[in-house]
């Protein structure tokens, strides 16, 4: 197992276009979240899936994101009608059932121009 | 409501000075917390686990220390080198925050050669 795959590694887009990320998350983890970082800060979080379930979405999550994890395996991050306050780094996180730390991935530096 | 506040914002040291990194969080009532470093333009490495029932955790030249009564964090460097520059993140898992790591804005090390 390599850990956590994010896709792509970078992204530019022009304001208005519609983005989607891919993360694959260590097999055997249940749990995967997505999180969203601005320069300087920490992690915020977005959301998180226990297998194909989306049980929980912050209030930062506007309805131009939307977040699947179909059957459970990979998961998909769209956002539709970029602003340029999207820019970010976004970052997929998995975690087995329990308490037991998350594992990150490299994350998608999303540039809105 | 969980907040995780990490001092000081930025940091500079020469090489082969033992520093350490301070966080604190306002909820004592957590079940772990989780140390990561971030270098650059990347995702986040996880450095250390300390469990809720743990003083304190250890790897190679780091070392964390958690009160939870006290709502603290410490990690410990030993003898830094320029490769140790980094953002360092801690983040907390709090019985009120579901399965949702809550972040500090992280502490800037800079070690100089």
């Known amino acids: 197992d390599t850990g956590v795959s994010q896709d792509p590694r970078h992204k530019i887009t022009k304001r208005g276009q519609n983005v989607t990320f891919r993360c694959d998350p260590i097999s055997e983890h249940n749990r995967l979240y997505w999180y969203r970082q601005t320069l300087g800060q920490g992690p915020e979080f977005l959301t998180y899936?226990?297998?194909?379930?989306?049980?929980?979405k912050s209030r930062l999550l506007s309805d131009r994101f939307s977040a699947e994890r179909p059957k459970g395996s990979f998961s998909t991050l769209e956002i539709q009608r970029t602003e340029q306050g999207d820019s970010a780094m976004y970052l997929c996180?998995?975690?087995?059932?329990?308490?037991?730390?998350?594992?990150f991935g490299s994350g998608t530096r999303l540039t809105v121009v | 409501k969980q907040e995780v506040t990490q001092i000081p914002a930025a940091l500079s040291v020469p090489e082969g000075e033992n520093l350490v990194l301070n966080c604190s969080f306002t909820?004592?009532?957590?079940?772990?917390l989780q140390w990561f470093r971030q270098d650059p333009g990347k995702g986040l490495t996880s450095l250390l686990l300390?469990?809720?029932?743990?003083r304190e955790q250890t790897s190679g030249r780091l070392n964390a220390s958690l009160d939870k009564s006290s709502g603290r964090s410490t990690l410990y460097i030993a003898a830094s080198q320029p490769g140790d520059s980094a953002t360092y993140l801690c983040?907390?898992?709090?019985?009120?925050?579901?399965?949702?790591?809550?972040f500090g804005s992280g502490t800037r090390l800079l070690v100089r050669p």
């Open positions: 300390i469990q809720s029932s743990q």
């Open positions: 983040a907390v898992f709090s019985e009120d925050s579901s399965y949702k790591l809550i």
């Open positions: 909820d004592s009532a957590i079940y772990n």
């Open positions: 996180a998995s975690s087995p059932d329990g308490y037991y730390g998350y594992t």
């Open positions: 899936f226990q297998n194909e379930a989306q049980l929980e």
